[in-house]
């Protein structure tokens, strides 16, 4: 059966019990996706309904390709805060313009998450290490709070920044609607309240019944308070995005960095639910499923999407068994959009800028980053730098540092790769290193030194100080200088000339360079560069237990 008509992964195994359990999961992931689905849009400047478009659809796309059972795509505020950097980079005249940006990134993102998929690069999606990523999102979430002071004033806040909007509304304070000031603040409280005691109903859908319940009832739009406004009762038909007026450089930029922080983050909230529900997580398999979800979200006026954190665990909080709770949310949602969605015209601004802060403080891991202090210094600073990044240079200029962070911490921990001398302990077979074990001893006439890292052409000028610094100081009699190369993954054409011009200054002072255990891929590298050939050499051993016997007879 499943070969004639083919099953998505995500309902393959179906069983008729598992009906129930779906189910409930899905109305309460459209419960849940309800407040995010109207207020993440504002974050990117693009009317609430594109959020309920964005929620439904991807559903739908990632139920019928994704590979995971459980795993539930939406809105996720740091894609939308990237996304809202991206749409800013665009000479975008009327919101339609914003709508058809949004909807042309979530089509490209798609693609990008799909070509990536067949080329076998989830492992990209871990690009952004751990420290980088929690001070990235952490610079987000201020972003995202700078960015609710107008809903929470109603006051127009035309600065970017950190400093400049504080400083905007300062200046604009005589304008400061009082009334939008204390609703919102009182939302926020309730939502606080609500997690504080860890209520069964979700804080935001509360939030969004009480709000919308006080506005009808005490006419708030009436007293000067901003609602949400209408929203269209139909679904967007399918077609594709007009993007002939657009700049395609900044386009494929702003995709990129959409794609990069939305695959990174959705992929380590899905490898975290994994390891908490038991279930495998297939990067390159998951790349399929969001790319499938983004195409969708992006033929139907959405925008990018990547896993959602609150809906997947309210999926798997309430029994959810397979995709088709997305599908029963998807329906659920698109019944909201075109039979109540008059219910939610009058949702007050405040409240929304409320669910927003909520979520921003949520995304800010304190928890992570004392982790990160008391683990390595180091990093820690470096998730302060990408922080800064995002907060001070704007959310696209923060990837780049992000990014650029990122292969800064990797060329530190690869510039100066440990080393290591060896020696015997008597009795003992094997060999050990001198400065760890206090009885063992070095072998006569040879040295033997293991380079614990790739030598590459950004080390290679510290690499041989170091083997020069060894020759130096080899004891009287020393022969042979044998390089234990078990550990050195990678040497390319730098390295390779290197090693022959230290073999000849080795050679200058007495000593015989050997190399032992080496790998094939750098073996094939010195072998093409003639390291092992003509009258000068190198003997090249697979077993270091056998160089020292060798040389050690005298048969090398």
Known sequence: MTDRFPIPSGMRGYRLEWLRFDLTAGLAIAAVAIPSAIAYPAIAGLPAEVGLYASILPLVGYALFGPTRKLIVGPDAATMTVLAAALASLPLDNPADRVAAAAALALMVGVLCIVAARLRLGIVASFLSRPILIGFICGISISILIGQIGRLTGVRIESDGLVLPLLEIVRKAALIHWPSVLFGGAMLGLLMLL??????????????FVAGLASAVFDLEGSGMKVIGSLPNTMPALSLPDISRLPLRELFLGAGAVWLVGVSSGLVAARSFGAKDGFEVDADRELTGLGAANVFSGLFSGFPVTVSDSRTAINISTGGRSQV?????????????????DALRLLPNPALGAILIFAALSLIDVQGFREIWRISRIEFGFALISMWGAISLGVLSGVVIAIAGTLLHILLKEMRPRDALLGRIPGRPGFYKLHRAASAAPLPGMVLFMVQGSILF????????????????????????VLDAS???????????????????????????????????????????????????????????DAVRALANGRA
Request: aromatic share 8%.
């Open 195 to 208: 997690a504080r005691l860890r209520s069964p109903v979700p804080g935001p859908l509360v939030v969004v």
């Open 458 to 481: 950004f080390n290679a000028d510290h690499v041989r100080a170091r083997f020069e610094s060894v020759a130096e100081q080899a004891p009287p009699g020393t022969a042979w200088l």
């Open 487 to 545: 550990a050195v993954a990678q040497i390319d054409a730098t390295a390779a000339t290197m090693l022959g011009h230290l073999r000849g200054e080795l050679a200058r002072k007495g000593l015989t360079l050997a190399v032992a255990e080496l790998h094939k891929e750098p073996s094939d590298i010195l072998r093409r560069a003639g390291f092992f050939e003509g009258p000068e050499a190198t003997v090249l051993f697979d077993d270091l237990e």
């Open 325 to 341: 709770a997305g599908l029963v949310a998807a329906f659920s949602l698109t019944t909201l959009l075109i039979f109540l969605n």
